[in-house]
């Protein structure tokens, strides 16, 4: 298994309350991404980073922030969390300079705003 | 339309039986192409990757056709443990960001 860990696993908060949600990895990895799932909408992108302080949006940026002090770790920040945020976020690392694009999922983290 | 789109069924089946998935993508240019294997309530798992001449892992058999975008996934024999949602997964050819596109999923359901 990836060496891929997410906390925390699951979390209940309140509409307008900021929420930080961490990604792990001892594996090294270049790239990490934030995704978020949710029914009828399968894994949609939030935000990347393909290095230390490079970071990008992907298609359901807005709401959400990100940050990238060192390699192991990727922060996702709701600055004022609202009920739509509430879903699976899922993290996950890659190695494009590879010659796959394989992507290795953490265990998840189960929001849920009130 | 969506860049990757499954048939999200139920496929219900029974054990033993064979199974296909099939899935189109709008990119042209995209370059890899995978399954991943999502069991309830737990991260994708890589299943296989997919490639132009086809490719086979023990009862899996994964085919892209480039001309017609479509990919797809052949399971035989099926088992209890096979049952899950199946997802068919496109790199996004956005340059070299490795960022994946991934369909809704199927969802197989293999009954005794």
């Known amino acids: 298994d990836a060496g891929i860990t997410q906390s925390p696993r699951h979390k209940v908060t309140e509409t307008g309350t900021p929420v930080t949600l961490r990604c792990h990895q001892t594996?090294?990895?270049?790239?990490m991404y934030w995704y978020r799932q949710d029914p009828g909408h399968g894994l949609r992108l939030i935000h990347y980073s393909y290095g230390v302080k490079d970071t990008d949006k992907g298609e359901v940026s807005d709401g959400y922030s990100v940050s990238r002090s060192k390699t192991e770790d990727f922060l996702l920040t709701l600055e004022s969390a609202t009920s739509s945020q509430t879903s699976v976020y899922f993290c996950?690392?890659?190695?494009?300079?590879?010659?796959?694009?394989?992507?290795?999922f953490g265990p998840g983290t189960r929001l849920t705003v009130l | 339309r969506k860049e990757v789109e499954q048939d999200p069924g139920p496929f219900n089946v029974p054990e033993g039986a064979t199974v296909a998935f099939n899935c189109t993508y709008s990119n042209s240019a995209s370059q890899s192409f995978f399954w991943y294997r999502q069991d309830c309530r737990k991260e994708p798992k890589l299943l296989m990757s997919v490639y132009s001449s086809g490719n086979e892992d023990g009862r899996f058999t994964a085919q892209l056709n480039r001309a017609s975008q479509y990919i797809s996934l052949l399971i035989r024999d099926s088992k209890l443990s096979d049952s899950a949602t199946y997802l068919c997964v496109v790199n996004s050819a956005s340059g070299n960001t490795g960022k994946l596109i991934f369909g809704q999923g199927t969802t197989l359901q293999v009954k005794p």
């Open positions: 996950a690392i890659s190695e494009p300079r590879q010659s796959t694009d394989t992507q290795y």
């Open positions: 594996e090294n990895h270049r790239y």
